[in-house]
C-alpha cells in the first residue's frame, strides 16, 4: 500500500486546501529561489574555478544590486506574509453558527464534551459539512490540539479558554495529536477525529446521551445556589445572568469587558478580578470546587439564557482579540477595552 | 605543501603551545588561544554527549513502537540533547573557540582586553557543564529544552533547578565572553585598522556579541523565576495561582529567538572569509554583509513571538510578529547572494575549508527558505511543533552554524595547530557530512508537513510515518561518521601532520601574518594596517603567484 | 606618561606597573576597562529588564491587590534607605574625586563612609524583611494575606494570590539588589585595601571610577525598585 510512504498528508477540512494552496506557493517561490543559488553556485564554482595564471578579478559590489536582491525578496515575503496573515485570520475567526464542542486536556488524554451532552475520550464525532468550533482548556500542562488533516492546531493553556475551529469535508478517521509537549505520555496522548455522513452522526449523537450540556449547567446553577443572588430579575445581589452572553459588561473598576467564555469563566473561579459595576464584592470563588468539565456546563447554561445571542460568535482571546491587546499576553483571554 | 617555501623553523621557536608545559600552565592561563583550546576540548566532549543521545533519539524511531527505551527516558534523551548541543556546544562553539582564537589576532592585538575575565568565563562553562553532566547522572530532565510553564515548574518530577543553574551559570560564560569582545573590538584594534578594514568574521563576532550581552541576561532572570516558581510556588507563571505562562514562553523566546543569531551570525562570519580566500577575491558587497550582521542582531530581538502563533496570543500581535520575521529573513538573503556574487569572476580553489563553505551555502540556503514557510501564519499553525520545525532548526543549527564551524577548523587549523591535515580525508568528510546531513533532516521537512508532532517516542499511532523516519535514522549514521572523522584526523595531524607555513592558503587577514602556531604575545612586532580587508588582489600579485602554485 | 609610546613588547620594566602587558598605553588600558563596565551595566539592565518587564504585567491586570499588598510594606524604611543609598553615591563621587586628585584621606574615608551606608541600606532592608516574615508575607507555604483592603475600593479584599504574586517580584527584586549591594561591598572593601596600601594615584585609579560606576548602577536600580514596589497608589 502506497499508506506506508505519503509524502502528502490528506485534505479534509475546507482549510487544509487554503493551507496547501500557500504551501505549494511557497514551495514553487523558495524552490525557484534555491534553484538559483544553487545554478549560481555551481556555474561560478566551475566556470571560474582556479586556473594556473588566470588572477580573479576585483569586484567592489554593487549598491543598485544590493539594493534590487534586497527589495525583490521583500517584496515576494510581503506577498507570502499577506496571504499568510489571510489564511491565519480564516483559521482564527471561528463562523457564529458553529455548533459548540468543549475540550478538557490532562496528563495525557482528550475529554470531549458535546453541546448535545454526548462525552467522548481521545475521541471526536463530527459530521461532514457542518462547521464546529472547539472551545477548550487544560486541567494541568499546556497542550496543544492538533489535526494534520485539517491543518489546524491551538495550544490548551490551563486557566483560560482557547478556541479552534473546522469543518470536515471528507468522511473517515483522521488523526488527532497533542503537539505541545506534556510530559510521560506525550505521545500517547492521540486520538481519532472520527467524520462522518451527517445522518450517521446524528444516530451517533443520539446514542446515549444523558442530556445537553447546558441542562446539566442549568442542574449544577441550582445545586450550588447560583440563583439565590443571580436571580431572573433585577432584584438579585448578583447580577442577571439571561442575556448578558457576548455583552459589554461595565465593571466596578471603570473598564469595559466582553461577556465571552473567558469572562465567564473567570467570573466563576476569580469573582473578585472583574466586578460588575454596582455590585458588592460578596461572590465566593468557586475554584477548586468545581471540575473544568463543570465549568463548562456552567458557561454553557449561561450561553444558552442568552437566548438572543445564541447564535453569535463568541470574542474570545484567539479568535478576535481587539486591536489593544495586540502583543499583549492577556491573564484569561477576556478582551479589555 | 609548503615545505619548499616555509622557513625552515627551529624546533625551539617559542610558540603559544610550547612555551610552558604542565596542566597548571593550561588551566590558569590567560592566553586567548590556550583558553581557545581549553574551550575546543570541552565542546567537543560535549558535542559528542549531544551526539550520543541524538543517535540514541534516531535509533528510539526506528520502529514506531516505544521499543528501544522508556517513556521517561526518552523526554529526557531530546531534553539533554537539546540543553547540551543548544547551551553547551552550539552557542559557545564558535565564538568561545575560533573566536577566542582569532579576535585579537585578526585585530591585531595581544590578546583580548580582559584575559582573566576570559579564563574566568571557561571556568563559569566549566562549573556549569559539571551541574549538567551531574544533573544527567542523577536522572536528567524532561522538560525538553524550552522548560516551558507550567509543567516545568510544577509537573516534572525531574531536577530542572540544577539544569537550570547549568544553564544560567554558562549564560554568564556567554556573556562575559561577548563583554570581551565587544570591548577588545572597540578598543584594541591594531594602528591603521578601521571599522571600514574589520574583517566580516570580527563584524559578525561583534553582533554575536549584542545579543550575547542583551539576551542571555534575560533567560538567566527567567530561569531564576522559574527555579523560584518551582521551589516555592509563588505563582509567577501558574494561572491556578494567577500567575500567566504565556508571560514564561515570552520571557523565554525573548532570548531563546536571538540564541539562534548567536549560533548562525559566528558561522557566516567564517564564511566570509572561506569564500573569500579560496576565490581569491574580496568579499563582493563588503559593506551590505558587514552591516546584514548588524540588522540581524537588531532585528532578531524584535521577532522573539513567532515561536507562539498557537500559543493563544491575539491575532494582531501575530500579525506583527510575522511581519517582523519576513524583515529578519532580508539580511540573511542579502548574505547569500553577496557569497554567491563572490564566486563570480573569482580564482576557485576547492580546497576542504571550500568544500564545507559550498555545503554551508546549500544547507543555510535551505534553512533560510523553510523559514519563510514558518513564519506565514497559516502554514506556522499546521507544521509549527512538527519536524517541519525540527528540520528547520537542525538545517541552520546544524546546517549552518555546525557546518561553518568545521569549515572555520579547517581553515584555521595550520594557525592552531602549525600542522596540517590530510586534504583527502577532510574532503571526504566534508562531502559525508553532507550527504549525511541532507538525509537526517530533508525527510523530517516531509514528515513534518504530514503532521508529525515532535518529541514523540512512540508512533504506532501512525505507523505510515516509519519509512520516512527510517531514512532519517540512517541519514544520522553517516552524519555520525562525517563528524568523528575529523576529529581523527585533526589529532592524527598534531602528531603526524606536515609542519605548515605561517600562511598556508596565501590569505588575507592579520592572524596569517604571524607565526604558526603563533607566538604567546601574537605578533612580535606590533601590526600597522596598511591596507583594505580581503586585499586578495596585492597578495596574488604575479610575484607571489608562484608561491601560491607551488602549493 | 613617558612610557605610553613605547612599541616593543617585552620591556615591561618601563611600564607603569599598573600596565598589563597586552595593552598598548595606560590611556588604552582605561578606556578598556571603562567600557567593560558600561558594557557590563547594559547587561545588568536586562537582567532587571525581564522582572520589571514581569512586575508591569502583574501590576496592570492585578492592580487592587498590588496596591494593597504595596501598602503592607513600610515606606518609611524603604524612603530612608532611598535617602541612604543617594547619599551614598555622593560619597562615590568623593571617592572618585579624590583619588583624581591625590587626597589619600579623603579617599579612604569616602570609601568608608560608602560601605557603611552600603551595610546601614542592607541591615534596613533586613528589618523589612524580618517584618515580612513575621506577618507571613514571604511566599511560600505559610503565605496568608487574608482581609486586606484595596485602598480607594471599600469593602473589597486582595485576593492572596495576586498579592502572592507581589510578594514574589518583590522579594525577587529587591533580593537581586541586595545580592548586588553586596557584591559592591566586597568591591569596595578591595578598593579601601588598595587605597590602603597607596596604589590609586592621580594616573591611575580606573578601579575607583569603575567601581563607582557599578555602585551608582545600583543605587539607580533602587530609585526605580523604591516607587515601583512601595508607592502604588500611596495618595493621602
Excluded at chain 1, 448578583?238 to 473598576?253: A, H, I, S
Excluded at chain 2, 543548544?86 to 585578526?106: E, K, T, W
Aim: glycine share 8%; with cysteine.
Amino acid at each position: 500500500m502506497l499508506n506506508n510512504f505519503p509524502l502528502w498528508p490528506q485534505q479534509a477540512s475546507t482549510l487544509a486546501g487554503r493551507v496547501d494552496a500557500l504551501y505549494v506557493f511557497l514551495l514553487i517561490v523558495t524552490g525557484m529561489m534555491t534553484l538559483l543559488i544553487f545554478i549560481c553556485v555551481v556555474y561560478f564554482a566551475a566556470r571560474f574555478r582556479h586556473r594556473p595564471g588566470v588572477r580573479a578579478e576585483q569586484i567592489e559590489g554593487s549598491t543598485p544590486l544590493e539594493i534590487t536582491w534586497s527589495a525583490i525578496p521583500f517584496l515576494v515575503f510581503m506577498v507570502i506574509f499577506a496571504w499568510g496573515a489571510v489564511v491565519y485570520f480564516k483559521e482564527r475567526t471561528p463562523p457564529a453558527d458553529a455548533s459548540e464542542v468543549y475540550v478538557v486536556a490532562k496528563q495525557w488524554m482528550w475529554k470531549v464534551e458535546h453541546a448535545e451532552g454526548q462525552r467522548e475520550i481521545n475521541e471526536l464525532h463530527v459530521p461532514v459539512g457542518r462547521d464546529v468550533k472547539l472551545i477548550m482548556t487544560s486541567q494541568d500542562v499546556i497542550h496543544s490540539f492538533y489535526i494534520p488533516a485539517f491543518r489546524i492546531k491551538q495550544d490548551v493553556l490551563p486557566g483560560r479558554y482557547t478556541v479552534e475551529w473546522f469543518r470536515a469535508t471528507k468522511p473517515g478517521i483522521y488523526h488527532l495529536f497533542c503537539a505541545e509537549y506534556c510530559g510521560t505520555q506525550h505521545s500517547g496522548m492521540v486520538g481519532d477525529i472520527v467524520v462522518q455522513e451527517p445522518a450517521q452522526f446524528e444516530a451517533w449523537m443520539n446514542g446515549g446521551s444523558s442530556g445537553p450540556l447546558s441542562a446539566s449547567g442549568e442542574k449544577m446553577f441550582a445545586e450550588l445556589g447560583c440563583a439565590t443572588c443571580h436571580r431572573n430579575d433585577a432584584g438579585g445581589r448578583g447580577p442577571n445572568l439571561k442575556g448578558v452572553f457576548g455583552k459589554p459588561v461595565q465593571l466596578e473598576d471603570g473598564r469595559t469587558v466582553t461577556a465571552d467564555e473567558n469572562y465567564l469563566r473567570e467570573c466563576i473561579l476569580d469573582p473578585g478580578a472583574k466586578r460588575v459595576k454596582g455590585f458588592q464584592p460578596i461572590m465566593p470563588t468557586f475554584q477548586g470546587l468545581v471540575s473544568e468539565e463543570q465549568v463548562n456546563a456552567l458557561v454553557a447554561y449561561i450561553k444558552s439564557i442568552s437566548s438572543a445571542n445564541a447564535g453569535e460568535g463568541v470574542k474570545s482571546s484567539a479568535s478576535a482579540a481587539t486591536p489593544q491587546s495586540a502583543g499583549k499576553v492577556q491573564p484569561n483571554g477576556s478582551q479589555v477595552q | 605543501m609548503s615545505m619548499e617555501i616555509a622557513i625552515p623553523q627551529p624546533a625551539e621557536r617559542e610558540t603559544y603551545l610550547n612555551k610552558e608545559y604542565g596542566v597548571w600552565s593550561w588551566l590558569l592561563t590567560t592566553d586567548h588561544k590556550r583558553i581557545a583550546l581549553l574551550y575546543l576540548i570541552s565542546i567537543t566532549f560535549f558535542f559528542f554527549i549531544g551526539g550520543f543521545f541524538a543517535l540514541l533519539i534516531r535509533l528510539e524511531l526506528l520502529t514506531p513502537a516505544g521499543d528501544l527505551v522508556q517513556a521517561d527516558t526518552y523526554n529526557k534523551l531530546f531534553t539533554m540533547h537539546g540543553m547540551v548541543m543548544i547551551f553547551f556546544f552550539l552557542i559557545p562553539s564558535i565564538p568561545a573557540v575560533l573566536g577566542n582564537f582569532l579576535v585579537p589576532m585578526m585585530i591585531g592585538a595581544k590578546d583580548l582586553a580582559f584575559p582573566r575575565i576570559n579564563l574566568l568565563s571557561w571556568y563559569l562553562y566549566i562549573i556549569g557543564g559539571v551541574l549538567m553532566l551531574h544533573c544527567m547522572l542523577t536522572g536528567g530532565v524532561d522538560t525538553g529544552w524550552t522548560f516551558y510553564a507550567p509543567f516545568t515548574t510544577n509537573f516534572t518530577n525531574t531536577n530542572f533547578i540544577e539544569a537550570g543553574m547549568a544553564i544560567f551559570v554558562a549564560g554568564f560564560s556567554s556573556i562575559l565572553t561577548g563583554l570581551n569582545f565587544v570591548v577588545t573590538i572597540h578598543r584594541m584594534r591594531a594602528p591603521g585598522l578601521t571599522w571600514a578594514r574589520l574583517p566580516l568574521f570580527i563584524w559578525a563576532h561583534y553582533a554575536t556579541s549584542i545579543i550575547q550581552l542583551l539576551g542571555t541576561p534575560v533567560i538567566a532572570v527567567t530561569i531564576v523565576m522559574v527555579a523560584a516558581e518551582r521551589a516555592l510556588h509563588l505563582g509567577i507563571f501558574d494561572p491556578k495561582l494567577g500567575g500567566d505562562p504565556l508571560l514564561f514562553q515570552h520571557l523565554f523566546w525573548f532570548y531563546s529567538h536571538p540564541a539562534v543569531y548567536i549560533m548562525i551570525l559566528p558561522a557566516m562570519g567564517i564564511m566570509s572569509e572561506i569564500i573569500a580566500c579560496f576565490s581569491r577575491k574580496r568579499i563582493f558587497g563588503y559593506s551590505f554583509v558587514a552591516f546584514s550582521s548588524i540588522a540581524i542582531a537588531v532585528f532578531g530581538f524584535l521577532v522573539w513571538a513567532h515561536h507562539m502563533f498557537v500559543a493563544g496570543m491575539s491575532v494582531y500581535a501575530a500579525l506583527v510578529f510575522s511581519l517582523l520575521s519576513y524583515a529578519v529573513a532580508v539580511p540573511s538573503a542579502i548574505k547569500v547572494f553577496n557569497w554567491t556574487a563572490t564566486l563570480y569572476k573569482g580564482s576557485i580553489h576547492y580546497d576542504a575549508p571550500m568544500l564545507y563553505a559550498f555545503g554551508f551555502l546549500g544547507l543555510f540556503t535551505m534553512g533560510g527558505l523553510t523559514g519563510l514557510f514558518l513564519a506565514a501564519l497559516g502554514i506556522n499553525v499546521h507544521v509549527t511543533d512538527t519536524y517541519f520545525v525540527v528540520a528547520h532548526f537542525h538545517y541552520i543549527m546544524v546546517g549552518g552554524a555546525v557546518m561553518g564551524y568545521l569549515g572555520g577548523m579547517h581553515f584555521w587549523w595550520p594557525k592552531i595547530s602549525g600542522r596540517l591535515y590530510p586534504e583527502g580525508w577532510a574532503r571526504l568528510a566534508a562531502l559525508i557530512v553532507f550527504i549525511g546531513f541532507n538525509l537526517t533532516f530533508f525527510p523530517q521537512f516531509i514528515l513534518g508537513y504530514l503532521g508529525m508532532p515532535r518529541r514523540y517516542y512512540d508512533y504506532s499511532h501512525m505507523p505510515e510515518f516509519q519509512v520516512l523516519n527510517v531514512l532519517s535514522t540512517a541519514g544520522a549514521t553517516v552524519l555520525g561518521v562525517g563528524y568523528l572523522l575529523p576529529m581523527i584526523y585533526f589529532l592524527w595531524s598534531m602528531r603526524y601532520g606536515k609542519p605548515a607555513s605561517d600562511n598556508p592558503w596565501n590569505a588575507a587577514g592579520l592572524e596569517w601574518k604571524t607565526a604558526s602556531p603563533p607566538p604567546t604575545f601574537n605578533f612580535d612586532e606590533e601590526p600597522v594596517v596598511t591596507w583594505e580587508a580581503y586585499n586578495y588582489e596585492e597578495l596574488d600579485a604575479p610575484h607571489t603567484e608562484e608561491v601560491r602554485v607551488a602549493r | 606618561m613617558p612610557d605610553s609610546t613605547i612599541v616593543g613588547l617585552h620591556h615591561e620594566e618601563q611600564h607603569h606597573p599598573e600596565l598589563l602587558h597586552h595593552f598598548a598605553d595606560p590611556q588604552q588600558q582605561r578606556d578598556a576597562s571603562s567600557l567593560g563596565m558600561w558594557v557590563f551595566l547594559a547587561t545588568e539592565i536586562m537582567f532587571f529588564g525581564g522582572l520589571f518587564c514581569a512586575y508591569l504585567i502583574y501590576r496592570r491586570w492585578y492592580f487592587g491587590d498590588f496596591a494593597a499588598a504595596s501598602k503592607t510594606i513600610s515606606m518609611p524604611l524603604g524612603a530612608t534607605n532611598t535617602a541612604v543609598l543617594i547619599c551614598s553615591s555622593l560619597t562615590v563621587v568623593l571617592a572618585v574625586w579624590a583619588a583624581q586628585t591625590a587626597r589619600r584621606t579623603l579617599l579612604l574615608g569616602s570609601l568608608a563612609i560608602t560601605m557603611l551606608l552600603g551595610v546601614t541600606f542592607l541591615g534596613i532592608k533586613g528589618i523589612e524583611y524580618r517584618d515580612k516574615f513575621v506577618e507571613h508575607h514571604v511566599p511560600g507555604a505559610s503565605f496568608s494575606f487574608e482581609n486586606e483592603p484595596v485602598p480607594g475600593h471599600p469593602g473589597q479584599y486582595a485576593n492572596p494570590h495576586h498579592a502572592q504574586i507581589f510578594f514574589s517580584l518583590y522579594f525577587v527584586m529587591t533580593g537581586l539588589h541586595a545580592l548586588h549591594m553586596i557584591i559592591g561591598l566586597g568591591i569596595f572593601l578591595w578598593l579601601l585595601m588598595m587605597a590602603w596600601k597607596g596604589r590609586f594615584t592621580p594616573e591611575y585609579h580606573t578601579p575607583v571610577e569603575i567601581g563607582g560606576l557599578y555602585w551608582h548602577f545600583v543605587d539607580i536600580v533602587w530609585i526605580y525598585l523604591f516607587p515601583l514596589l512601595y508607592l502604588i497608589d500611596r495618595h493621602p
